[in-house]
């Protein structure tokens, strides 16, 4: 079946450590995307990729990192740097079309102790 | 720019009332509309979408109507169940825009009591 991983569905880290989180698809999607979403609140965005090897910030895009050196795969670091680290963190790719739509992956929940 | 408004939450309803959902848009192009769905826990799962004025889009008994004239597309359902209880999204996606991220709204909490 075609779609989005996340790996782990839940993560724990202790303060101050950094922490990659994974997204995987395999739907030949050029565009792919990363939200943190808070209890209660909507989506903000960190970053998108529009095309390999290259990726913009979005409006929350201090604290983290990303890379796009596959066409299927878009991790996302969590640094020390970042000051509420504690989300839900959700990832989406984009392959145009008729709609334009996102798909999303499960998302991954990461807790910093 | 683009943007998206909907209807603040928490909406509560009883199980088979009748559900609305209200979303406008502005957009600068000739956008695709969309609702996503949110159960907790989980991603955002596409429910319904449209791509032109008066395209009804409909799923699982949702449906929601492009309409052009009031830049809206609310979304409805004419008897929710409990496990319709989620955060509802609306989104647009300006079809010239390439491959930049949907705008959504804000979401809008369900809770569907029996």
């Known amino acids: 079946d075609g779609g989005i991983t996340q790996s782990p569905k839940y993560l724990f880290r202790k303060e101050g450590q950094n922490v990659t989180l994974s997204c995987e698809q395999n739907?030949?999607?050029?565009?792919m995307y990363w939200y943190r979403q808070d209890p209660g609140q909507g989506l903000r965005l960190i970053y998108y990729?529009?095309?390999?090897?290259?990726?913009q910030k979005g409006d929350i895009a201090e604290g983290y990192s990303v890379s796009r050196e596959k066409k299927e795969s878009f991790p996302l670091t969590v640094t020390s740097a970042q000051k509420n680290p504690t989300a839900f963190y959700l990832c989406?790719?984009?392959?145009?079309?008729?709609?334009?739509?996102?798909?999303f992956g499960p998302g991954t929940r990461l807790t910093v102790l | 720019g683009d943007s998206v408004t909907q209807m603040e939450g928490p909406v509560t309803l009883s199980e088979e009332a009748f559900l609305t959902i209200n979303c406008t848009y502005t957009?600068?192009?000739?956008?695709?509309l969309f609702w996503y769905v949110q159960y907790p826990g989980e991603g955002l799962q596409l429910l319904l979408k449209?791509?032109?004025?008066?395209d009804k889009g409909s799923n699982k008994g949702f449906e929601a109507t492009y309409r052009k004239e009031t830049t809206s597309f609310h979304l409805e359902k004419g008897s929710v169940q409990v496990s319709d209880s989620a955060v509802y999204f609306c989104?647009?996606?300006?079809?010239?825009?390439?491959?930049?991220?949907?705008?959504f709204g804000k979401g809008t909490r369900l809770s569907v009591i029996a």
């Open positions: 957009a600068t192009g000739y956008p695709s």
């Open positions: 990729s529009q095309i390999v090897n290259d990726f």
């Open positions: 739907l030949n999607h050029d565009a």
């Open positions: 989104a647009l996606s300006d079809r010239n825009s390439g491959n930049t991220p949907l705008v």
């Open positions: 989406a790719s984009k392959g145009g079309g008729q709609y334009n739509e996102q798909f």
């Open positions: 449209a791509t032109k004025a008066d």
